[in-house]
């Protein structure tokens, strides 16, 4: 379905993967933040907001018909890049609970603020789908 290009010579990727080919349907997945279903933020801490706009991520995936092995792109949008880099082994379990060790290719961007004013973290994804 797809395949992860590594370019000779260049240092291993931590978390991420340079470059992604796949092949199926687009699937565009919108700005996904720390609430949940309801749009309640259970959580005021970045892990947790973190950690549930992943979960929403996927879930959004799974009804489309995908799972998380179909997400070929991530893009962060974070507010606080210190509390990010401080806290990168939380992120890096969390990030497992929901996603496993699939890592495809990310892009993370620092905000000055997220239009959900109690919103920590915003994460935007493509997938790639299976064609039918």
């Known amino acids: 379905m797809f395949e992860i ?3 000779d ?3 291993e990727p931590k978390g991420y993967a340079n470059g992604i080919v796949a092949e199926g349907r687009q699937f565009y997945i919108a700005g996904q933040i ?4 309801d749009q309640v933020f259970e959580s005021r801490d970045f892990i947790g907001q973190m950690e549930q706009a992943l979960v929403n991520i996927v879930d959004v995936v799974k009804a489309a018909g995908g ?5 070929v792109r991530l893009t962060w949008y974070v507010i606080d890049k210190g509390e990010y880099l401080a806290r990168q082994r939380e992120v890096g379990e969390a990030y497992r609970r ?3 060790r699939h890592f495809p290719a990310m892009t993370m961007v620092v905000v000055q603020a997220l239009v959900e004013d109690e919103a920590l973290v915003e994460i935007e994804a493509t997938a790639v789908l299976p064609a039918v």
Not at 34 to 37: D, I, P
Not at 67 to 71: P, Q, T, Y
Request: charged share 10%; hydrophobic share 40%.
């Open 5 to 7: 290009i590594h370019p």
């Open 9 to 11: 010579g260049w240092q």
């Open 34 to 37: 720390g609430w949940n279903r």
């Open 67 to 71: 799972g998380v092995e179909h997400i």
């Open 98 to 100: 929901v996603m496993g």
